[in-house]
């Protein structure tokens, strides 16, 4: 089974995990534990998928310390959502490709369902697209072990306590993919949104607060796709946009 199957797979599992969780919460009236889903959820979100995967390890839109790198390229494995390497290079690949006839995450192309189930076409990335990745050792390190991170990350939760596996690991992973399947989608749908900057050949983005408060901050889409380097996605004061927050604070360089 391929490393993009393996997530699949584990994401079914997630969602199931996360629905039982949550109905057996609401059931016994255990909202305690919905609250460790909310905190875990944003910080998996927003620290191992919005800064780590995408701001930092696949744009490299700021500098920080070599400390504080290790701790984003090893805290992206409890997003259960693909190894920096892995993550990189699809991600990289739609940039270069967005809303043209080879964009294999575009929804035009693949559809809407698609999209939002990460469900992509397969494709084969050039190598000079992940030159750095591929020579930083702990992104190495985790793509081939990500499977046994992972597992080492559940286990330590089970060992604490058993709903963790639940409530800290499956239902903030699966938040996480429909939040990547909301700005998968809605900003490339004109119909959603706005534009603040001249779209880049074919990119069809736009701005979509939906999409932000969806993902916790990657909505805004048509700036990021116009200027990919900025750390900061929204600038207009209404575009609330955590990460870049915790990165000026806690991360930039």
């Not at 805290?75 to 190894?83: C, L, N, T």
Request: proline share 5%; hydrophobic share 45%.
């Amino acid at each position: 089974m391929t490393h993009v199957k393996k997530i699949h797979a584990t994401a079914l599992c997630n969602h199931v995990i996360a629905i039982a969780g949550l109905w057996w919460a609401v059931a016994f009236e255990q909202f305690n534990w919905l609250w460790v889903s909310v905190v875990f959820s944003a910080v998996v979100v927003i620290i191992s998928v919005n800064i780590g995967l995408h701001r930092y390890i696949s744009h490299r839109s700021f500098e920080t310390g070599p400390l504080r790198r290790k701790f984003l390229v090893y805290m992206s494995v409890i997003a259960a959502f693909g190894s920096p390497v892995s993550w990189t290079a699809m991600h990289r690949y739609h940039h270069a490709k967005s809303g043209g006839p080879d964009d294999n995450q575009s929804p035009k192309n693949i559809g809407y369902v698609r999209a939002w189930l990460t469900l992509y076409d397969h494709i084969t990335v050039p190598t000079t697209m992940l030159r750095d990745v591929l020579k930083d050792q702990d992104c190495k390190f985790v793509h081939q072990h990500y499977f046994r991170l992972l597992a080492g990350w559940v286990l330590a939760l089970f060992l604490i306590n058993p709903l963790l596996v639940v409530f800290a690991f499956s239902i903030p992973a699966a938040f996480c993919y429909q939040a990547a399947g909301a700005f998968a989608v809605i900003p490339h749908s004109s119909r959603f949104g706005y534009k603040v900057l001249p779209s880049i050949n074919n990119d069809d983005s736009v701005n979509s607060p939906l999409a932000s408060l969806l993902s916790l901050g990657e909505g805004w889409h048509n700036y990021h796709h116009s200027r990919p380097g900025d750390h900061r996605h929204g600038h207009a004061w209404w575009e609330i946009d955590p990460p870049a927050w915790v990165i000026e604070r806690f991360f930039k360089i």
